[in-house]
Each structure stands twice: as structure tokens, then as C-alpha cells.
């Protein structure tokens, strides 16, 4: 088990629309390394027992990497249905990259994948800032046609 080595000046943990979220503090190329998503490895069996949490990333049919230790940075990273970075599974290890060019000040994000989003988001509604802002114009749109 490794700390997160990142340069942390590059990345800041704020406020977000889904509590809290990384946010860029310096831009980021496109195929750009953000951060590693690191913590304990866990067998099939072992997640098994824990009955589920939230900062379980699945690396292989083996092995699942439990985010959840303060020192994973990586996991203050939200999901999000337009994300800007996307994970990459290199030798066992979860690395995040940049999908685009982010900007100082952008929160990071990645697709969390559809069985995580129906277990855990769909239920209680995505808070990222495409789908806010997708339900805030029907809201607007519902107050006016009414």
C-alpha cells in the first residue's frame, strides 16, 4: 500500500454540488496523470464480507482496490454523466488521466459506470453539474408553461 505520491498543489478538496469534490489548482493536458486512486487490495471474497462502501473501485475479476483510507485523495473525485478524466487500470493500479484539457478552478470528475450509478446515485438523483443544470432548465421550463 502505497500514500499518494501526487503533487497535491496541483489539486485542492472543496465544496461541490455533491458535497465534496477535487478541484483543479493548475491545468491538466489531455492523457494528462491527475492522481492514483490507492488503498488496501481486497479479494472478491473479503468485499464480500464488507457488504458494499462507497469507495470500492473494482481493478480486475480479482482484485478491488477500498479508497476509503484520508490519505486517497483520489477519492474526493465525484462521478459525473460528462466527466473530464476517466480511470486507467495499469498492472493492477487505478490511474486517472485527463479526457480533456481541465482548468485551475474545475472540479475533476469520471464516470463512475452504470452499476455504481444505479446502486448508489440514481436512488437519491446525480448532483453533477450536467445533470443539475438538465433539471434545473425542466424546473424553468415547468414554471413557465404553467
Known amino acids: 500500500m502505497m500514500k499518494d505520491k501526487t503533487k497535491e498543489k496541483r489539486f485542492r478538496v472543496g465544496r461541490s454540488s455533491a458535497g465534496l469534490g477535487l478541484f483543479a489548482t493548475d491545468s491538466f493536458k489531455k492523457g494528462e496523470f491527475i492522481i492514483e486512486y490507492d488503498g488496501p487490495r481486497l479479494t472478491n471474497v473479503e468485499v464480500e464480507r464488507m457488504r458494499g462502501g462507497r469507495y470500492l473501485f473494482e481493478v480486475n475479476n480479482r482484485w478491488t482496490i477500498d479508497g476509503s483510507p484520508r490519505w486517497n485523495t483520489a477519492r474526493y473525485i465525484n462521478h459525473s454523466c460528462k466527466p473530464n478524466s476517466e480511470p486507467h487500470e495499469i498492472r493492477g493500479r487505478i490511474r486517472?488521466?485527463?479526457?480533456?484539457?481541465?482548468?485551475?478552478?474545475?472540479?475533476?470528475?469520471?464516470?463512475?459506470?452504470?452499476?455504481?450509478?444505479?446502486?448508489?446515485?440514481?436512488?437519491?438523483?446525480?448532483?453533477?453539474?450536467?445533470?443539475?443544470a438538465r433539471s434545473d432548465a425542466a424546473r424553468k421550463k415547468a414554471r413557465s408553461a404553467g
Open 96 to 132: 486517472i488521466k485527463a479526457k480533456r484539457r481541465i482548468q485551475p478552478g474545475e472540479e475533476i470528475s469520471y464516470n463512475y459506470g452504470k452499476d455504481y450509478f444505479n446502486e448508489w446515485i440514481k436512488p437519491v438523483g446525480c448532483k453533477c453539474p450536467a445533470c443539475l
